[in-house]
Structure formats: structure tokens, C-alpha cells
């Protein structure tokens, strides 16, 4: 079966919706354009700056190289849907963001992170967010952010 | 699968696989492809299987970079792999993309390409008409070029387990974490053997043919081997890292694989 | 008082929770898409352009050539009378008959969606004569080169000398000299949220309305309403969140230029979001300059004198509307700017060549003038056995040296390079680094370190751009409007693109006027509801926005107390403002709440008698006199490791000490500077926009172009010392400049003292892998 547009149905921050889309169009631009979830954003559209992070059935992808097409049946969680609050909150009391562009990403990575790794070093934090740019900050508040909550929950 | 290859026979040149997209989208997107139709690949799960055989370990052509990352199996008898995939990207992009589509987009700077030469792998290729194995050693054809015909999908890596006390060093020197290597290095040392391959020096991964015969026959001939392997290779023409450069980084990389031997 | 406090970001909650709202995020009705059509030639003449393809796809409303524009929008040059004599070539918001660097839009789609645009984009059929390309100065300047502009002769496009003492003397008498040829190769700002704008008209007001990722939204309300010819009061531009400028956001862009007239032609909406090969074929660019330097030293290790030749280029055109000129008056003004020698001579040309316009890109011209002089210096120091530290020490102006106009020109007020090199050295232990590094060395491990020290030039006068002719305000003013329960609205004119200023001006008012930080929001970015100012560049937030602020404060307090003065039979000297309640100045007892002067003050006047000064709406406003900037001054420390088999360089320690004067946020300045290092690590390492001979760009994507990214980086150690400026009564000087200043002169200084041992030396940056091989011969 072939078409230029293809019917899908998925979750978006729990939420079930269903939507026909052009088959070319990929899930970033999907997530902002067409359901206007506009937090995830498009920085290369190569997947070099995670700008566009986001978390489909449970893992951060490249929402710029993943088609609408392929989320079809998958849950799919944008920054939207929230982050662990402690995390957030750091990031605010340490200022680990300027213009925020970067910010839903880089929360999204440094979530997972944490999950996988409660006791991280600094450089476990430099090395899993290596693949988020941030042009504003020297990175420096965000490992920061990420090292104290990592901390306090282990407290 | 039959759909898909049935699509493939028909569309050839003009369909494009996706499997993971992490090779295919950054094209798509900067339009420098407009297939006019795509295969999606990606739940077909018979192709997301590792099996394990007397001799060898298959893995299906689906599994994604994270899999192979947490496989107790890959880590007990391809160790190359677990070592070689810590240098590919950022977790988000391990998380979609694949060992199958790493092979078959064929960058030559790609560490999953390399490996499989200087382990010996062999691809599964199949069409409607047939399925055939291909040598790795055969399967990389240039830049972005394989063996993969335009009714072919590659489904499976076949991978001779390394013999007993074998050795896999894998060595690569990129900018920043994640990045394409400027140079890298696989090797496979078995009492027997020594296996050795590059990427990221010329238009495919490449054996270092003529080093590993010299190596094999005469382990302590180190200097020779130096000079041996930066004249087999050839680089490509790239302003920013000359071929001087890449020639100078494989002899830095064969130094530190060779250390990490046991003497 | 809550100026001076650590306080987190209000916005930056909105932007925690992906609630920002970048131009890209705003959908508005019937709103179009534009997508360009760019020259793949560096240097072409365009034939013919045949656009019926295109016109025909689905979705497309209209294919725009520089013809079709020509009677709905002006053409520009970039002038600037402070340089009479460099040339300003004519350009046009779509390349006319010659398309003069890979990138320059053509042709331009309108459709109703982007995809739509970029389909029919590709069918414009462009008939192209393709001409030589020049892609280096000295070569543009060679006098058989190609000549871009039609009314020039040359490519120069300027050039001058700066003359102060007798430099010819200063050499002949100097028991050392040093010399070395540097080149800063070209790089860009690179915000992660690419240029992106909406430009909407409404022909029965004969409104436009443009929301803009922009720093500057009342230069651009200027410049759209002179070109578009529209009433200046009809052209509103607002700039939302802005996902980071750097200075490559406070120019006119064709590009965007093309989305307003577009708009004004249809009638509909239309949006241009620059993608990120976009971006880099046509941002503006910066550095790109070829620096040959000498120093003269005494025989003691005191520089005599400096020269400098800079040769650099505007691109194809020169920016507008504030020229390209900076960047090389700032190296020719500021090389060697920290020292006390008399005799200094600054030679500069300006080429056109066949790349994208250069311009003002954060921190400009400083980290070059920084590096050139401070690897002079080690070089002088290494030539006779002195230590770094103290041929530095030896050089610098000291305290009593001020006020002092420097031997490049520039006025210094007040400035701390020994404070802040005590401090640094209290932070680094520099000999057991020393130890460190030699028995390192002994096991092949390689490391360095680097000392730059900078000025930080900031917050510019009238004197530059409002004498030059361009209509950009250097003075800031600030309105606030105390509302009826007491909060305050303040709105400003310079504008925030996430280095926090709003939180500053926040803090200014509300310590100020005694109010809590919640009961003051700060109103930004917005060209029809915010005073005429400057917005954000060059660091003149908090040094001019912030003395508005201020002022503006102050008068609204005093307002507040007279009419509490009145109600209360009491003289409004002998009550204050707490924490948003009026007191008894000497006993501190509690009289009413701001909030009660609100209500009264707005719905029950008639209880204020005539003759009190009791406006609830004030406005005051700041601008500086007599001096072109306000300096600041500090000092970086770098330390790296050199890998000499790869010639990949780790950064492992920075530590910056910086004198920005009165500081609003130390937590915001913190980070700001830390940005800015790494921005500068970025320039020193990784960040090059590399041409090929014949113009063609090869790195157009983040695959090619490198970033600094978090693995690479290393922590950065911040210190401050203030020396507020007595210019103004906050005290405030700029921020922005000072991380990106010194950082490439540190790391430069570090890399080349980690590879000493080998008699090996580099002066360009950045330094790749090949480039540091090559210096150490081994490639």
C-alpha cells in the first residue's frame, strides 16, 4: 500500500489523537506545526543538535529524523508533557539556560540520564548531553543543575 | 517482508528503505533525495533478533545501536562492537538508529562498517529473488556505495564468533565525542591471526591487507608495520584533514591498538 | 536591595516548561511561506531567471526576482560618516544582476507552506554566467583581481592608520622585537534558533507588523518603514523570545527585508525561518582577518612600542546599516590595549571578496586584538627568560595610570588589570602548575597554559553610529506605569535574548523603589509599545538601559512619597519604601502599602492637592556624554593539553577574573561569561567557516561547521572585582564582551606554551588538528 499521506495514531503527552499526514513530514514538524506542541524545536534538522529531543516509547529520539509516518502507534512525549520537577526547578535556580532554545532537549536528555544513572560523574553528565548544543550558557550551570539533583535524590 | 521486497522489485532506484532513519532523514530533509516512495522497515521484528550458532553470532539487521549497547551476548563474544558503538553519536540517535542501515548507507567514517570487516562478518542480502551472502570484505563498495542491488535489503550480519583468548582493540580519534572519526581502527588479534581495519581513510572501510599479513608473520616488526600502513591507505582529498593528516593519524592508532596488546 | 542579589529568571520558567514563543512557534491566519532561490556561484552574473515552473506548483502564490521588487522596496549602502571614504556599494533585498557570494538569494517563493515553497523553489530556472571569484583579501587586493562592484576600481573598500608616538624610534631603540603573522579565520554566531521572522500588512491602516528574532526591534521599525516607505509610526516590529543573537541578529537581512515587502504585496502573512544551511551560507560573518604584528621591547622587558597591520574583508557588501568597519577599527583601537607603552602604529584595509557580509559578531574584534598582543607578549617573554606573569606585571597600566587615553585612542576611565591578576593567582597555584607540567612532559603528556588579558569595550556612545549617520540610539529610556494596585509595568528599550537583562532592570526598579521583585514586570522587545532605545548589543543593557531604569525609578518613588507625604501631612523626605510599603524613614513604623498610592492615586485624585508632582506614568531617560564606551577590563587563564600524536587540544581549566563594574546578578553575569569563553574556546579550536577557491562554502552544516558542545568543555572558574563606573550612578559597564575577549588569546597562549618543548609555535586559529601537526612538523 502506497500514498503520499498516511493516516496515524498515536499518543502525544498521553493525549490519543489521530491525523493524516504527508508522508515526507517529519515528527518535529509534526509535533509543532500541525498540534502546535511548539516546545521541541528545529535547530539542523540533521539530529547534531538535539534541539528537537524528544521521547518516544519511553527513549529520546531525534524528533527531526523520525517521519510522523514512523511514530504511528508509539507514545510520544514532548517537553510539553513535563520533566522531572526537581530538575526543572534546578535548572531555574541555577540559571542552566539563557535563551532556551536548547532547554527542552537538554532537560529531556539530562532526564534520562538520571534514570539510568542516579550517581553520575560531571563527566557522565558532559558526555550524555554531548549531543545537545547550547550556544548561550558554557554548559557549566546545566551539569551543575544535573550533579545537584543527582545528589539530592541520593540524599 | 514479502510487501516490502514486492515494492522494492517494482520501485528499485526510486523507493529508499527507512529503517531507523538515522542515515536517511538528515538527506531527506536537506533534499539532496526525493525517492519517490519509502519502504519502512522498521517493524518488521524477525529482522530484530540476535541468534546464536555453534560458530557464529547473526544478528538481525533491525537491531539498533542501544540493543547491541545492552547485549550481554554481543559483550561477551564481540566485545569489538561494545567498544566501537560508545563512539557512535549521542543516545538519542543510538536509540533509533541501525546496525543495518549503518551498513548499508556505507559512510566510510561509519565504526559499525569497520568492524565487521576485521571481524570477518558476512551480510545477508535479500531479494525476491534470492538471498544471498556478501563478505564484508566485498560489501563496501565506495562512498555511499555498496553491493546492495536495487531490489536488495540487507537483513542480517553474520559474524564468526573470535576464537578462544582473541583480542578486539577498538581505537578511533574524532573531535568531540560522537563525531564521525577523523581516523579509526578495529582490530582482531587471535593467536593465529591479526585482523585490522580502518575507516575514515579512504572511500570505504578498508582491511589494512597488506599491514596485517606483515603483522601476522612477524609481530615485532612494529616500525615496519608503521610505515606499512600509512602508505596502504588512501585518503581521501579533504582540505580540512589532508591525506598527510589521516596518513600520520592510522600510525598514531595502530601504536596505541598494538599497546593494548598483551606483549 | 535587591540589585546585586543571585535571582533566578522570571521568563526562564515559561521557556523550563516549552511555553517559549520563538517567531517560528507563532502561527497566524492565512499566513504564507517564503523559501529562496540562492546563487550556487560565488560570483555570477544572472542571465535570466525563469520563474514560469515554479508559479505553476501547487500551492505557490508568488515568485519574486529582484525586477518584480523594484518599485516596493529601496536599495541600501552602508555608510557611515565617521569613514567617509570607504566605499558602500549599492545592494539590493534580491541580487539584481550579479549574485557576488554563494548564497546570495536570487529569486524568492511565496507559498502556502514551506515544504510548497522549497518544492517550487527548485523549478526557478536561473540562466547563470558564472565570473571569477575572489575568497581572499590579499587576493582581492592584487591588481589583477576580479572587481566585484560595478562603481569601484578596486576591492578595497578602506583603509587608515592610527599614529601615536614616534613607533619607527621605539624599534630602533628596543633591545628586543618580536613579530609574528597571524590569521583568524572566519566564524559566525550561530544562535541555536536560526534568523526567523512574520511580517504581516494591514492596507486599510497601512500597518506592517513584523514579529522578528532581532535584537534591535526600533532600528528595524526605522529601516523597514525607510525602505518600504511607510510612516515610521505604521511599522511596529516585535521580537518574542530569541533563541540567542550574538550580534548576528542586529542587522538588516535581505532576506527578511524580502518577507516584509512580500507581505505588503499579498497582503497575507508570510514567515521566513532561515534553515541551518541557510544560515550559514547568508548570516553575517565574523574575524576573517590577517594580522602581522611586531613589539618592541627595553632591555628590562618593557614594551616600547606596537605595530599592527590588519587585513580583513566586508564580504561582498558590507553590513547594514552599521558597515563592517568595526571589527577592524576595534583590532586597530585595542591591540596591546592593556599596557603603558607610548608609540603604537595600527595600519587596517578592508577588502570585498565573494563571501557572505561580515559584521558584528559578539565580542567584536577584541578576541583578536587580545590574542595578537598577549602572544606577542609570551613570545617577548619567552625570548628573554621572563616569566609571563610578570612581564605582564611590569607592562600594565596600574591604578594611578587613569583616567588615560590609550595609545590605540580609546578612554579609559578606571581599570583593574593588577586587582584582577592578584585574584586570578589566588585561584591558580601557577608554580605547581609549573611542576606539574614539566614532569608531564617528561612522560609525554603535554601541557599548557595561557594568560590574556583584555578591555572590554561597552556600551557605545552617540558619538559612533549617531554621528555616522545611522538611526540607532546609544540613549536608553525607561517608562514605568505604577498600577492601580500598586505592581509596576517597566518598559524598556533594550530587549533580552537570554542573557537576563529583564531580571537586571527588574532588580534595578524594584530596589530601587522598594518593591518586591514580583510586583515589577519588565515590558521588552516591542518597537510601538517600548521607549525609542537601542535594544541589545555591544553590552549596553544594564550600563544604559539599566541607568534609565534607574531614574525612571527614582522619580516614580518620589512621586509615590509625595503623594503619601500629602495624604499622611508629613514631608516626603522623611518617609521611605519597603517592600512595597510606605514607612517612616527614621523609625522604620509602617504607614500604607504602594498599593493603597495606586488606588488613590489613579481613581481618587482629587484627594492629592494641586502642585504635587504625583504622575503614576514617568519616564526618564539615559544617555552617556563624551565618551564612546564605557572600558572594562579583565584577565583569562587557560589550561590545556596537547595530544602532539593527534593534535587534538583538551581544554582542562579556564578561569576567568573580570571587572564589569557594578554588577546587577552575579548569577546571570556568571554564566553569561562562561558563554562567551566557551564561544571562545569555540574560535580557538573548532568554529571555522571554510571556503573553498572558488568561493564554494564547505562547511554548511553541524557535521562540518563544529560547536563547542558540553564533553569538550571545561569548567570555568568566575571571579569579579568592581570598579564601578562613575559615568553613571548604577555603576554598571557591560558584560557581554568579556568570555569571548580573552578566550581565544588564553587558549592560544596555553596550546603554544604546551608545545614549546618542541620549538614549535601557531598563530592561527582555530587550531585544528592538521594546522598544530603541521606547526610541529610531523605532517
Known sequence: MTAKHWRIALTVNGEAIAREVPVRLNLVDFLRHDLGFTGSHVGCEQGACGACTIVMDGETVRGCLVLAVQADGCAIETIEGGVDDDLRQMFHTLNALQCGFCTPGMLLSAAELLRANPDPSRDDIRDYLSGNFCRCTGYQAIVDAVETVAKARRS | MADALGLLARHGDDAAIVAGGQSLLPILNFRLAAPELLIDIGRLDDLKQITEGDDYIEIGALLRHCDLADSPLIGRDLPLLHQAINHIA????????????????????????????????????????????????????GVYETALQPDEILTAIRIPKPVRNSISVFEEIARRRGDFAMA??????????????????????????????????????????????????????????????????VQVLLRRALSRLPQ | ?????????????????????????????????????????????????????????????????????????????????????????????????????????????????????????????????????????????????????????????????????????????????????????????????????????????????????????HQQQDLYA???????????????????????????MADELVACVAARLLCRPVKYIADRLESFLSDIHCRDHEVHARMAFSAAGKILGIEVDDLFNAGAYGQYPRTSIAEGNQITRLTGAPYGHEHYRAGLRMAFLNKSILGHIRSVGHPIACAVAERLLDMGAADFGLDPIEVRRMNYLSDDDFPRTSAGGVEFESLSFNGCLDK?????????????????????????????????????????????????????????????SGTVRCYTGVTDQGQGIDTGIQQVVAGVM?????????????????????????????????????????????????????????????????????????????????????????????????????????????????????????????????????????????????????????????????????????????????????????TGSFADYLVPMAGEMPDIEVAHLETPTKTSELGAKGAGEAGTAGAVGAVLNAVN???????????ETPITPPRLLRALGKI
Not at chain 2, 219 to 229: L, N, S
Not at chain 3, 226 to 252: N, S, T
Not at chain 3, 616 to 642: C, H, K, P, W
Not at chain 3, 753 to 763: M, N, Q, Y
Open chain 3, 1 to 217: 536591595m535587591s540589585i546585586g542579589a543571585e535571582v533566578p529568571r522570571d521568563r526562564a520558567k515559561r521557556l523550563l516548561t516549552g511555553r517559549g514563543r520563538f517567531v517560528d512557534d507563532i502561527q497566524l491566519p492565512r499566513m504564507l511561506h517564503l523559501a529562496f532561490v540562492r546563487s550556487p556561484y560565488a560570483h555570477a552574473r544572472i542571465e535570466a531567471i525563469d520563474t514560469a515552473g515554479a508559479i505553476s506548483m501547487p500551492g505557490v502564490i508568488a515568485v519574486y526576482t529582484a525586477k518584480e521588487l523594484e518599485d516596493a522596496v529601496s536599495s541600501w549602502r552602508p555608510e557611515h560618516k565617521l569613514f567617509p571614504t570607504m566605499a558602500a556599494p549599492e545592494q539590493h533585498a534580491l541580487a539584481k544582476e550579479t549574485a557576488r557570494w554563494q548564497g546570495e538569494a536570487v529569486a524568492a517563493v511565496v507559498a502556502e507552506s514551506r515544504a510548497q515553497a522549497e518544492d517550487a523553489a527548485e523549478h526557478v530556472a536561473v540562466t547563470w554566467h558564472e565570473l571569477p571569484a575572489v575568497t581572499d583579501a590579499k587576493a582581492a587586493l592584487a591588481t589583477d583581481a576580479a572587481v566585484l562592484h560595478d562603481d569601484m576600481t578596486t576591492n578595497l573598500a578602506f583603509s587608515t592608520e592610527i599614529v601615536t608616538g614616534d613607533v619607527a624610534l621605539a624599534f630602533r631603540d628596543a633591545a628586543h622585537v618580536v613579530e609574528e603573522h597571524f590569521r583568524f579565520n572566519r566564524h559566525s554566531g550561530v544562535s541555536l534558533e536560526p534568523r526567523g521572522i512574520i511580517a504581516e500588512f494591514e492596507p486599510g491602516e497601512n500597518r506592517l507588523t513584523v514579529h522578528q528574532s532581532h535584537q534591535t526591534p
Open chain 2, 184 to 249: 579509526g581502527l578495529a582490530l582482531v588479534a587471535a593467536p593465529n591471526s591479526l585482523r585490522i581495519a580502518l575507516l575514515g581513510v579512504a572511500d570505504r572501510p578498508v582491511l589494512a591487507g597488506q599491514t596485517m599479513a606483515l603483522l601476522s608473520a612477524n609481530p615485532t616488526a612494529v616500525d615496519a608495520a608503521m610505515e606499512m600502513i600509512a602508505t596502504e591507505i588512501e585518503p581521501p582529498d579533504d582540505p580540512a584533514y589532508p591525506p598527510a593528516y589521516r596518513r600520520h593519524l
Open chain 3, 514 to 698: 522598594g518593591l518586591p521583585l514580583a510586583d515589577v514586570e519588565v515590558i521588552s522587545g516591542d518597537s510601538a509599545l517600548c521607549p525609542v532605545g537601542g535594544g541589545s548589543w555591544g553590552s549596553r543593557g544594564a550600563a544604559l538601559g539599566g541607568e534609565a531604569a534607574l531614574g525612571a525609578a527614582r522619580t516614580l518613588r518620589g512621586n509615590i512619597l509625595n503623594i503619601a507625604a500629602s495624604l499622611l501631612q508629613k514631608e516626603p523626605n522623611d518617609l521611605s519604601i519597603e517592600q512595597g510599603v510606605v514607612i517612616d524613614a527614621a523609625s522604620g513604623s509602617r504607614h500604607m502599602a504602594v498599593s493603597e498610592i495606586g488606588r488613590i492615586g489613579h481613581f481618587q485624585p482629587y484627594t492629592i492637592p494641586d502642585g504635587v508632582s504625583a504622575d503614576l506614568t514617568v519616564v526618564e531617560r539615559y544617555g552617556s556624554r563624551d565618551r564612546m564606551f564605557l572600558a572594562g577590563n579583565g584577565l583569562q587563564i587557560a589550561v590545556v593539553e596537547v595530544d602532539v600524536d593527534s593534535g587534538i587540544v583538551t581544554p582542562l581549566r579556564h578561569l576567568v577574573v573580570h571587572d564589569c563594574g557594578r554588577i546587577l546578578n552575579p548569577l546571570l553575569v556568571r554564566e553569561q561569561v562562561r558563554g562567551g569563553v566557551v564561544q571562545g574556546i569555540g574560535a580557538a579550536l573548532y568554529e571555522e567557516l571554510r571556503y573553498d577557491e572558488d568561493g564554494h562554502l564547505m
Open chain 3, 424 to 484: 586570578a593567582l589566588q585561584m591558580i597555584d601557577v608554580p605547581g602548575f609549573r611542576e606539574t607540567q614539566t614532569a608531564l612532559g617528561q612522560q609525554g603528556i603535554y601541557r599548557g597554559i595561557g594568560i590574556a588579558t583584555f578591555v572590554e569595550l561597552t556600551a557605545i556612545g552617540p558619538e559612533y553610529y549617531g554621528e555616522g549617520g545611522q538611526h540607532i540610539s546609544a540613549q536608553e529610556t525607561c517608562l514605568l506605569r505604577l498600577e492601580g
Open chain 2, 90 to 141: 549521542h543516545p538519542a540517535v543510538r536509540h533509533r538508529g541501525t546496525i543495518g542501515g549503518s551498513l548499508a548507507m556505507a559512510d566510510p567514517a561509519a565504526e559499525l562498517g569497520a568492524c565487521c570487516l576485521a571481524l570477518d562478518g558476512a551480510f545477508s542480502l535479500l531479494s525476491g529473488r534470492e538471498q544471498r551472502w556478501v563478505a564484508a570484505s566485498d560489501f563496501f563498495k
Open chain 3, 226 to 252: 525607510r525602505l518600504l516607505a511607510l510612516p515610521e509610526h505604521k511599522v511596529r516590529v516585535i521580537c518574542p523570545d530569541v533563541g540567542g543573537a550574538f550580534g548576528l541578529k542586529h542587522h538588516l
Open chain 3, 753 to 763: 606554551d604546551a608545545i614549546a618543548p618542541f620549538k614549535a609555535s601557531i598563530a
